[in-house]
């Protein structure tokens, strides 16, 4: 009876086991990904100085430009819209943008710190950091974005459940493709002064040409052409019919679905990029 009962117990304990595999995987992966992630969180909202920065500048601009073109500035989205309605999925995505730039800074401070390094040498896979960092930073975006969002009744805005759920998607692709991209630019830069000029030669721009501050309809022709270019324009539009537009369609012809369509293969893309220059090993000189 008591060999019966310890070969019971120790298949037991055997098919409570988890196989090396699945071990392997959440060792190198999925444990070192939530730490991460749970790390970048941690230290924005403990930088309230920061915090504060990244949602009082968009919401100043937001007020001053707003309503300082008032309503004399016709847009596309209707003849007789304020510009601070139209401005304001430009000013979110401006929230997103630089929450995005402020937590893929830590790459670069971690390199000079010392905590990258420590965890290159781990057995961690490099795919967990990529994953950990751009995830952590994509989700604070995206908080700091529907913070702002819930500012929106004050224009007038009145959503039901299907445009609030497209606004937030729309939000976290965004989020989600300016952090990796933020990323693939940190990873090579050693001082957050590069990272910041190329910021400002770069993102800014992408975001200047996104529709933000004016509409494609009224654009010259070689702008609008950057503009169809530019894959933020297309969460910018989608955004913006997820608040104003009753209808299904965007400045630029194309569908909200469609516009989501684009904005997740970019984010993919980008991510990708991320992944391959993380992986990729160089030799620093002595």
Same mark, same amino acid.
């Given at each position: ?7 019971? *117990? ?5 098919? %409570? ?38 949602? !009082? ?5 937001? +007020? ?25 999925? #430009? ?25 990258? +390094?420590?965890? $290159? ?6 795919? *967990? ?8 930073? *994509? ?9 702002? +969002? %819930?500012?929106?009744? +004050? ?13 937030? $998607? !729309?939000?976290?692709?965004? *989020? ?24 400002? &030669? ?25 503009? &169809? ?19 299904? #369609? ?7 679905? &469609? ?18 220059? %993380?992986?990729?090993?160089?030799? &620093?000189?002595?």
């Amino acid at each position: 009876m008591s060999s019966f009962s310890t070969t019971v *117990a120790n298949s037991t304990h055997s098919a %409570a086991r988890p196989t090396h595999a699945n071990l392997g995987l959440f060792q190198t992966l999925i444990l070192p990904s939530w730490t991460l992630w749970q790390r970048e969180v941690v230290r924005f909202y403990r930088m309230r100085s920061r915090v504060v920065g990244v949602i !009082a500048s968009p919401i100043l601009f937001w +007020l001053v430009i707003g309503s300082g073109f008032g309503s004399s500035m016709r847009t596309g989205a209707g003849s007789g819209q304020h510009y601070l309605e139209y401005f304001f999925p #430009g000013a979110l995505i401006m929230i997103v943008l630089f929450t995005s730039i402020f937590t893929m800074m830590s790459v670069i401070e971690d390199r000079r710190e010392g905590f990258l +390094l420590s965890v $290159l040498v781990s057995p961690a896979s490099r795919s *967990a950091i990529v994953l950990g960092k751009v995830l952590g930073g *994509a989700i604070l975006a995206t908080l700091q974005g529907l913070i702002f +969002l %819930a500012f929106s009744p +004050l224009i007038g805005v009145r959503m039901d459940l299907l445009q609030i759920c497209t606004a937030v $998607l !729309a939000i976290f692709l965004v *989020a989600f493709s300016l952090t990796a991209l933020g990323f693939t630019i940190a990873w090579r830069l050693d001082s957050t002064q590069a990272f910041h000029a190329i910021i400002n &030669l770069f993102l800014i721009p992408l975001w200047l040409v996104s529709g933000a501050l004016f509409p494609l309809s009224g654009a010259s022709g070689w702008i609008r052409a950057i503009m &169809l270019a530019n894959p933020l324009t297309y969460g910018v539009e989608a955004l913006r019919a997820a608040l104003f537009s009753s209808g299904a #369609g965007t400045s630029t012809g194309l569908s909200v679905t &469609l516009s989501l369509g684009i904005l997740s293969a970019f984010a993919l893309v980008v991510f990708a990029a991320a992944f391959a220059i %993380a992986s990729k090993r160089r030799t &620093l000189p002595a």
